[in-house]
């Protein structure tokens, strides 16, 4: 699940039926009632214990576990002004975290932080990586990671 700053919030993947989803939708509240819109069923492969933020009406949704039970570490934006889905590829020498699922996100200026998770059965990870959504690249950990960020 991820938040948007209007407080509405956006949804991908999951189980459906015993099977993992690419479904995205979004749910705002409508007076007292709760409202949903699927916005796209075509996209990233469907995956479970991924995840995903929320920023600047885009959705980055990182990693997760296929139907096959494989940990993933791809990394994908849902542009909700445009209801498209886009592969952010890794290009030769690009820092690239280790797949995994069960881990956490958070979003803070510019940057996704991704915290943990689980590599294997008995691999539980303790680790940080930080994805710049200005550059769509995975970056180094810095003493400063909000240096050059306006507003913080």
């Not at 991820?2 to 479904?23: Q, T």
């Not at 479970?48 to 993933?72: E, I, T, W």
């Not at 940057?111 to 689980?118: E, L, R, S, T, V």
């Not at 680790?127 to 950990?141: E, Y």
Request: glycine content about 12%.
């Amino acid at each position: 699940m991820a938040h948007a700053p209007d407080g509405s919030f956006f949804v991908f993947g999951g189980f459906v039926n015993g099977s993992r989803v690419n479904e995205i939708c979004h749910f705002g509240k409508s007076g007292a009632a709760l409202t949903g819109q699927l916005l796209s069923s075509e996209g990233p492969d469907g995956r479970a214990g991924h995840s995903a933020v929320c920023s600047d009406n885009k959705v980055y949704v990182f990693g997760g576990q296929d139907d096959h039970n494989n940990k993933l570490d791809d990394m994908w934006c849902f542009d909700a002004s445009t209801c498209e889905w886009k592969n952010i590829p890794y290009t030769e020498g690009d820092l690239k975290p280790c797949a995994r699922s069960g881990h956490t996100a958070v979003t803070a200026g510019s940057k996704m932080f991704i915290f943990g998770g689980i590599l294997e059965l008995t691999k539980e990870l303790n680790d940080l990586a930080i994805f710049d959504m200005k550059n769509n690249k995975f970056c180094q950990a810095e003493e400063d990671p909000f240096a050059g960020e306006e507003n913080m």
